[in-house]
């Protein structure tokens, strides 16, 4: 028998190696690391099931194939529970034999595809990516690592491109929740109906346009995690509402009674200082309490600055990799120029500043000339100095439109991000507005 198969095998084109005992086997196993096992059930001393609980613990993936006599068929059943991937009944059909073997292999490149996907995405997140040796990120890395692998909330605070996201995304992919979805929503981005029902789901004919019952993200976030980002721009009606989510731990489908119970991990990200906010009675304080178990604090690049150079050379390299071209070189000056700048966009701004030399420079050496313009006029002003409580060393014009941008930014998250309610207190038109933001106006909706 065991020659007859390895023949069948090696007509197929398969290496095979043969033993006659299951001592044998099972002595070379480990050595032989093969990728598939055919054993027979029945054997002297040493017997299928004990070469299945091997491959198990030795070989874990490696798919294993009982050969069975009919009588012995409920043995074969249970060996299935013990994970073997399938059995044959003497006597066999060759043809039977050699489709079970193709479809175990098959199988098995599905599961090494699979987990193979999932070791890039881990990848992709694995702290290591976030870059920063400055003790303010080592405290991060620190916390993140107690943290990450508990069922905690955990409320991240940071300014606009500081790496909240990140981090968030870091959280996920080092907990026990890795294998389950990651679901964020940025709670900026939607009006306060669209926003619950997106959160929460909504059943049939709840509202215009509910034409079928819809499953949330939360329900979609089952096991995992849900990140909701841009938490404080919440508006309060929902944000009483996410309070009792987070408390009952059930979520209740807009027009439905029916509640569903959740198992989710949340996290939240705010640019803004919640004390803020709470103090002027736009975020209610039971809710940042709730979200703040762990209060995890991202600082702004300015407070790191020594980092810049090592980010600099991140995203050199991954731009790299994304256009498949060599590492660009960079003049150190512009690097001194970029590590002065101020970056009130922080990462993300000087993420773009370097794609943006990259796309820019020649022979692929990036020089000061290749900089944006802020950052290189930043470097060139005569001194940019503190001595009362304003900078001092832009022109006017620089200044009253940094400014002015400031001002229009506070006042549209005290507006809970409604552009509209911002342009009519500050008392400009929408047109302005976009304009001084250097945004482009909408399309109005028909
Ligand atoms: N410490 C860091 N190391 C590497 N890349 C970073 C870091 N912080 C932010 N980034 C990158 O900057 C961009 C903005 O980060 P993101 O997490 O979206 O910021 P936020 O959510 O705070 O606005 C992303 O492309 C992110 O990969
Ligand atoms: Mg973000």
Known sequence: MV?????????????????????????????????????????????????LRECRDILPGTPVILITAFKTVETALEAMKLGAYDYITKPFKVDELQLTIQRA???????????????????????????????????????????????????????????????????????????????????????????ESELFGHKKGSFTGAVADKAGLFEEAELGTIFLDEVNSMPQPLQTKLLRVLQERQIRRVGDNKTIPINVRVLAATNEVLGEKIKGGNF????????????????????????IPLLVNHFLQKNANQTSTEIKKIDPKAVEMLSAYRWPGNVRELENAVERACALCDNGLILTTDLPPQVVRHANAPVVEHTGTLPVGQTLDEYTREVEKAYIEETIKFNAGSREKAAKMLGISMATLYRKLDLKKPATKK
Do not use: W
């Open 284 to 307: 209610r304080e039971d809710l940042y309490y709730r979200l703040a178990v762990i209060p995890l604090e991202m600082p702004s690049l300015r407070e790191r600055p020594d980092d």
């Open 105 to 195: 292999l098959d199988n098995q490149s599905l599961v090494r595809e699979n987990q193979n996907l999932r070791q890039i995405v881990k990848e992709k997140y694995r702290f290591e990516n976030i870059i920063g040796t400055s003790g303010k990120m080592q405290e991060i890395y620190n916390l993140i690592a107690k943290v990450a692998d508990t069922d905690s909330t955990i409320l991240i605070q940071g300014e606009s491109g500081t790496g909240k996201e990140l981090v968030a995304r870091a959280l996920h992919f080092n907990s026990n929740r890795q294998h389950q979805s990651f679901v964020a929503i940025n709670c900026s981005a939607l009006p306060e109906n669209l926003l």
């Open 3 to 51: 020659s007859v198969i390895s023949d069948i095998c090696q007509e197929r084109g398969h290496q095979t190696v043969a033993y006659s005992s299951g001592a044998k086997a099972l002595e070379n196993l480990s050595a032989q690391a093969p990728q598939l096992v055919i054993t027979d059930l029945r054997m002297d001393k040493v017997g299928g099931l004990d070469i």
